[in-house]
């Protein structure tokens, strides 16, 4: 029979799973209480890495309806359970495997979809979506500040001509009647130049 504990443990472990884009499950024997706060610190706060049990992981995930670690779940296991950056974490987990062999990482799940061992090192090898954004900023760092002038000046250049359309708009009505006296006083003199003519 299931205690309170246990199925407290499951409902947590199902939840992690359902609420993170990734998990990566990894066997850790061999490493130390302080090794493993380093990791937990290299993956930082949008991975949750949880030290779990076996048999309670395989309830969880069948709840959340995740066969990719059916066969896996064996010796001392840990799930890095990731909300953030997919490859960034899975770059931080191949690169503390690299320094520290005793962490195994033997597969994985990334939106759904099962990966093994080696798809998750390709996926670390991807370039992660702070890198991209920062290559991007590197390239446009140079003329970015004339950048942004060139589009301040055609912002300011519409909001005037924006501004100018609707003003003109508006006093169309006052213009036209402005208009009309001013052509019937130049029509005026030459009616009365056509009239002394004929005389």
């Keep these: 029979m299931a205690t309170p504990t246990k199925v407290s443990a499951v409902d947590e472990i199902t939840t992690d799973f359902k609420d993170s884009t990734a998990a990566v499950l990894t066997e850790y024997r061999g490493l130390t209480v302080a ?7 290299a993956l930082g706060a949008d991975t949750k890495f949880s030290v779990v049990k076996n048999t309670l992981t395989g309830i969880a995930a069948k709840e959340a309806g995740i066969d990719a670690f059916e066969g896996q779940l064996s010796g001392p296991t840990a799930i890095a359970f990731i909300k953030g950056d ?9 690169d503390f495997a690299k320094a520290n062999p005793k962490l195994v990482i ?3 799940i990334f939106e759904g979809k099962a990966l ?10 991807l370039e992660s979506r702070e890198l991209q954004l920062a290559r991007v900023a590197g390239v ?10 060139t589009v301040d000046a055609l912002r300011i250049k519409l909001e005037e001509g924006s501004g100018a359309a609707p003003a003109a708009d508006a006093d169309a009505p006052a213009a036209e009647e402005a208009a009309a006296p001013a052509e ?10 056509a009239a ?4």
């Design 86 to 94: 997919a490859v960034a974490a899975a770059k931080s987990l191949t």
């Design 35 to 41: 090794q493993l706060k380093e990791l937990r610190r």
């Design 140 to 149: 446009l760092k140079a003329p970015m500040s004339a950048l942004a002038r």
């Design 116 to 125: 093994d061992a080696s798809e998750v090192v390709a996926l670390a090898a």
């Design 196 to 199: 002394t003519e004929a005389n």
């Design 184 to 193: 019937a006083a130049t029509e005026a003199p030459a009616e009365e130049a």
């Design 106 to 108: 033997k597969t994985g």
